[in-house]
Every structure is written in structure tokens, then in C-alpha cells.
């Protein structure tokens, strides 16, 4: 079992940035693949980033690459996604996921098996 936690959301101007952390509990986290998603008001849960368990191999959605970064650090447990450059339409809450198929590239939600609660991102105009 893996619990995920994240945090570092906030409310932000347009053109600023946040950093959000996702803290996971138990002593197999280097063996998952992490990955970020978002939902905004009335939309579907959406793919953002993700980070493989071994060489560390990342993998953006079109719309977040050159303003997204995915990173992780094994020996604390965590993983970050810097967001700079941020627009209003990156308003949303941002999940952490956990894959045991800890390489490749899977971008579909119900593939992962672990989710954290979220942390809401507000980036006003």
C-alpha cells in the first residue's frame, strides 16, 4: 500500500510559477512510475507528466512541455512538478498517481493504483 500526499498549491498570477510536492509513504516508491494529472470544474481528469522508476524517463502532455517539470527524488519519497509560466487555464486540482508498472509511458488514469487527495492550483488573470 501506498499513501500519496500533495501539497504546494496555491493561488497564483498568470506568468507566475508553483512548485507542487507529492510526499508518498512505504519503502517501495523508487519501484513505481509517478505521474501528475489535473481536473478542472466539469472536465475529465487529465495527464500532465510522468517520471519512470528507473532511469528516471519523463513524458509531458503537448500542452504543458517547455513550461512543466516532472522530477523525482527516490531517497525522500517524492516527486515535484515545477510549473512555471502558468495561465488561468491551468486553474484545477493536480493529483499525484502512483504506477506499479514502473516504466513506459501510460498517460490513462485507471491505469495507475494509487492517488492522492489533490491540491488545488488557482491561477488568476
Known amino acids: 500500500q501506498v499513501q500519496l500526499v500533495e501539497s504546494g498549491g496555491g493561488l497564483v498570477q498568470a506568468g507566475g510559477s508553483l512548485r507542487l510536492s507529492c510526499a508518498a509513504s512505504g519503502r517501495t516508491f523508487s519501484t513505481f512510475a509517478m505521474a501528475w494529472f489535473r481536473q478542472a470544474p466539469g472536465k475529465e481528469r487529465e495527464f500532465l507528466a510522468r517520471i519512470t522508476r528507473n532511469n528516471g524517463s519523463t513524458y509531458y502532455a503537448d500542452f504543458v512541455k517547455g513550461r512543466f517539470t516532472i522530477s523525482r527524488d527516490n531517497a525522500k519519497n517524492t516527486v515535484y512538478l515545477q510549473m512555471n509560466s502558468l495561465k488561468p487555464e491551468d486553474t484545477a486540482v493536480y493529483y499525484c498517481?502512483?504506477?506499479?508498472?514502473?516504466?513506459?509511458?501510460?498517460?490513462?488514469?485507471?491505469?495507475?493504483?494509487?492517488w492522492g487527495q489533490g491540491t488545488q492550483v488557482t491561477v488568476s488573470s
Open positions: 498517481a502512483a504506477d506499479r508498472t514502473g516504466s513506459g509511458y501510460d498517460t490513462r488514469a485507471y491505469e495507475y493504483n494509487y
